[in-house]
């Protein structure tokens, strides 16, 4: 039986690693070992560590890392504890194989102990492009960490090959994350104030706004002038979720919670949804703002348009129901306007997603079971032909 322990430190990385978990967790030739730790344990962001064990999923060890700070000091000793952390379970428990999603610096350090441990690394939605944060460096960095590599899309797998990894390791398997909305009953729309706890009887956006963290103060100027945007749109509400954990969160929070207090009855702010509820948010959505992955990836699957705010997402590639727009007043609110006319919203419910149509997880499972592990430590650079 195959030891395979699986990393998540956010919520929005568990939701895309539910059904590898779910189907590790199940099957009889894996014994799952769950890492979890960073916002998961934290109360200010939900202690989404709740929401694991609801699932019915037993933790393997809590890691302790994440500080309460948003500076680029505190950040950096939060990835310091997580190697730490990461490295005594990794220790304790032996896998044969750890899995990690994405590009935060959690991540990157669980990588990183993974790699010190000589334990093989599986790495998901690796070869991406997010030019305006630290993201983008920190996920090649696991790409080169990584023994199995499993993008989103063909154009990430060939570039993953081009960092130098052997084509036979690199798989193309679409977005983990749309198994969900395939799987998952998603809610009805009446349904949804009940599920939330708010009044919500208008239509609404759907808003997430992360910092980006290569702009001097994670661009918290920009969510400012969105909010002053959405002030033209009274007769529609806002479901606000909370920003990650990164360098300068706490100033959006500030903003965030600012703009609850000044219309309580409109604005909808929330530490952590969980998968199910925010899907069904954003599938009854009038349009996904901000600048979260998710409008990207997610959204498309399920016909809803999305505007897609600065450089955070830049180099990332987009369906025909994102619009993209600079992080300045009046971009964000043509933006916002052409997204709400008809037209575009019925060219949405048929745009297809370049992300795939499901399954991913499926074969993920498959060939983290399958793929042979003697001598996977050991990788030649793989050089494309330039020619």
């Not at 998901?124 to 790409?143: K, S």
Request: aromatic share 6%.
């Amino acid at each position: 039986m195959r030891k395979i322990a699986v990393f998540t430190g956010t919520r929005a990385e568990y939701g895309l690693l539910y059904w590898v978990i779910k189907a590790l967790h199940e099957s009889d030739q894996a014994q799952l070992q769950l890492l979890v730790g960073g916002m998961h344990l934290s109360p200010e962001f939900g202690y989404t560590l709740t929401q694991i064990e609801q699932d019915g999923f037993a933790v393997t060890e809590k890691l302790e890392f994440l500080l309460s700070s948003d500076s680029p000091v505190g950040i950096s000793k939060s990835t310091a504890l997580a190697l730490i952390s990461t490295a005594e379970a990794l220790d304790r428990h032996q896998p044969d194989l750890l899995v990690v999603l994405g590009d935060r610096f959690e991540a990157m350090a669980a990588a990183q102990a993974a790699m010190i441990a000589r334990v093989p690394v599986a790495h998901l939605h690796g070869g991406e492009a997010t030019e305006g944060v630290i993201d983008e460096a920190a996920r090649h960095a696991i790409t080169k960490m990584a023994h199995l590599h499993f993008t989103a899309t063909d154009a990430y797998r060939q570039r993953v090959i081009q960092l130098g990894e052997s084509p036979e390791r690199v798989f193309n398997v679409g977005a983990p994350g749309l198994d969900s909305i395939l799987t998952l009953p998603l809610l009805a729309r009446e349904s949804l104030p009940q599920a939330i706890g708010f009044n919500l009887d208008k239509p609404y956006f759907l808003v997430t706004y992360h910092p980006v963290t290569l702009s001097a103060g994670g661009a918290s100027q920009s969510l400012d002038q969105l909010l002053a945007v959405l002030d033209e749109y009274p007769d529609h509400q806002l479901v606000i979720s909370y920003p990650n954990a990164d360098t300068h969160s706490r100033k959006l929070i500030e903003l965030l919670e600012g703009y609850r207090a000044r219309h309580p009855e409109r604005v909808f702010l929330v530490q952590s949804l969980g998968q199910l509820r925010y899907l069904s948010l954003m599938k009854h959505c009038v349009a996904v703002l901000g600048n979260s992955s998710s409008g990207i990836i997610e959204a498309p699957s399920l016909g809803v348009p999305t505007v897609n705010i600065g450089i955070r997402q830049k180099g990332r590639i987009a369906g025909a129901s994102v619009v993209h727009c600079a992080d300045d007043k009046a971009a964000m609110a043509a933006a916002i306007k052409s997204v709400l006319s008809p037209a575009f919203q019925e060219r949405c419910r048929h745009a297809k997603n370049p992300y795939g149509e499901g399954g991913a997880s499926q074969k993920i499972v498959e060939t983290l079971l399958a793929f042979p592990l003697q001598g996977i430590l050991e990788k030649s650079f793989f050089d494309m032909d330039c020619h």
